[in-house]
């Protein structure tokens, strides 16, 4: 498999977009993104492409998700308001449900859309280490593109603390 990951190449703009609206895997467009509705699976279970990133990666996806949140309820309240001229009385409560409700049945979809977008045009941080399943019993084991066996259960080494302020050490 490392020499395979080399070989991989990243989608194209319109592949990715359409894998990011499936949900699906942002390499090979087979493998389910979501176990539940805001659980994501470690790693494709197709072609082992890892969805996990480091901790703020997917704060993007908020941007995409505001703005779509954004646009249709300004759009929305713009056409209805002015154009049908329906009152403010019915009309904002109705948009801010929609506020309210909207973002997270899209949560899912803005998060696809990003990893997807990201390999699109992120060459290099699409070419990360891929993850194979080593076939471990409580499946929280991987094995990189080397082959090295990984446990994603472990919690990544923490650095040592610093001296409280005011502390000789």
Not at 11 to 27: S, V
Not at 33 to 57: H, I, Q, T, V
Not at 94 to 103: G, I, T, Y
Request: proline share 5%.
């Amino acid at each position: 498999m490392a020499g395979e990951s080399a070989q991989r190449v990243s989608p194209t703009f319109g592949h990715a977009l359409i894998r990011g609206i499936r949900l699906r895997c942002a390499m090979c467009g087979r493998g389910k993104m979501f176990r539940d509705w805001f659980r994501m699976e470690k790693a494709c279970s197709c072609c082992g492409f890892r969805f996990g990133r480091a901790p703020g990666y997917f704060l993007g996806s908020t941007y995409i998700n505001y703005a779509l949140t954004a646009g249709l309820t300004t759009v929305t309240y713009v056409g209805l308001h002015f154009g049908l001229g329906i009152a403010n009385r019915g009309l904002i409560p109705a948009l801010l449900l929609f506020c309210l409700v909207f973002p997270l049945y899209f949560f899912r979809y803005a998060r696809s859309l990003w990893l997807s977008l990201d390999c699109c045009i992120d060459v290099t941080g699409a070419s990360e280490p891929f993850w194979e399943h080593a076939g471990s019993q409580n499946g929280n084991e991987l094995k990189d593109s080397s082959g090295s066996r990984v446990d994603i259960a472990e919690p990544a080494a923490t650095l040592p603390r610093s001296p409280e302020p005011g502390t000789n050490r």
